[in-house]
């Protein structure tokens, strides 16, 4: 599915790289997942079918684990029922790709947590010594685990078409303010933590991820919405494969960022990826989710 063509059905909110937003009510939106797959900020021209399907399930299940670990967290989630306004014939294509949430006001930075330096922190670290402009120790090495614990790295968060920026979490407390910027950080932090214990335990390492958080204005309180912990989100290892010093294979976008790379495409618009590079993509997704969930996965 590379479109959602609900908006005969419901207004339209906004789409995004992977989602389609619909408004259900004044209070309720319509998250659907399609099955658009980006790398570098840019959409592939073609899907990884059943994607959406997949980042869907796993994300309900994250929403339970972590309601279950961290007790006084809230989540964005309501139902994954569809709503009674969409028609019969367009109903059965959102079956477990979709979710009714809460209309919150989304904070408007990307709040990533590296527990492993890896990546664009990697890079900034080998040329600075420092990732998101915070120094590290000298003599790290590429895929190590962080001295101290899990570090919160924020990112500007990027509109259609722009890049999202990393920056320090100084930067992302004038964005935001300081009330939020520090309960966010420490709630990022509380989650990577916990998402870590039990990815370990099924013998999986969570390198980093991104979090991104919502407010209830009635209440004050921080949310936790859209995606979460997902191979579009996240960086998973395998712990049985992990050496430090060398990239690890991933069980996400990295063989599509790699392949893009090896052929000159990075950062291009309109490409098309290789029947190869599809199913090799698909087999990583399904690895995590079955991994992760204790579930086969069924497309």
């Known amino acids: ?22 408004e259900v009510d004044d209070r309720t939106l319509l998250f659907v997942a399609t099955d658009r797959i980006s790398a570098y900020d840019v959409i592939m021209a073609n899907v990884i079918p059943g994607k959406g399907k997949l980042l869907t399930l796993l994300t309900i299940h994250w929403f339970k684990i972590l309601s279950e670990m961290v007790p006084d967290l809230q989540t964005h989630f309501i139902t994954t029922d569809i709503p009674a306004t969409i028609s019969k014939s367009k109903a059965e294509g959102w079956v477990d790709r979709s979710m009714q949430v809460r209309k919150l006001k989304v904070f408007a930075i990307e709040a990533i947590v590296r ?52 920056i320090h979490p100084n930067e992302a407390s004038k964005l935001i303010g300081p009330k939020f910027a520090q309960r966010i950080e420490r709630l990022a932090i509380k989650l990577y933590n916990a998402a870590a214990k039990y990815a370990e335990e099924r013998g999986i390492i969570l390198a980093d991820t991104k979090f991104e958080f919502g407010l209830d204005e009635m209440s004050d309180e921080v949310i936790l ?44 618009a309109g490409v098309e990826m290789p029947a190869a590079v599809v199913t090799e993509t698909a087999q990583k997704y399904v690895e995590a989710y079955q991994r992760l969930s204790g579930k086969p996965w069924v497309p």
């Open 1 to 22: 599915m590379l479109d959602t063509h609900l908006e005969n059905e419901l207004p339209l909110v906004a789409q995004g790289k992977v989602r389609d937003l619909y």
């Open 115 to 166: 527990g492993y330096i890896s990546g664009s922190a990697w890079k900034e670290y080998q040329a600075k010594g420092t990732v998101h402009g915070i120094p590290l120790r000298e003599g790290l090495q590429e895929s190590e685990k962080i001295p101290g614990g899990a570090l919160y790295t924020p990112s500007t968060k990027a509109g259609p078409g722009e890049h999202d920026e990393n």
């Open 225 to 268: 919405v859209d995606e979460v912990l997902t191979p579009d989100s996240s960086r998973f290892w395998s712990a049985d494969a992990y050496v430090v010093g060398k990239a690890q294979d991933s069980f996400d976008k990295q063989y599509l960022r790699d392949w893009l790379t090896a052929a000159g495409l990075q950062g291009q």
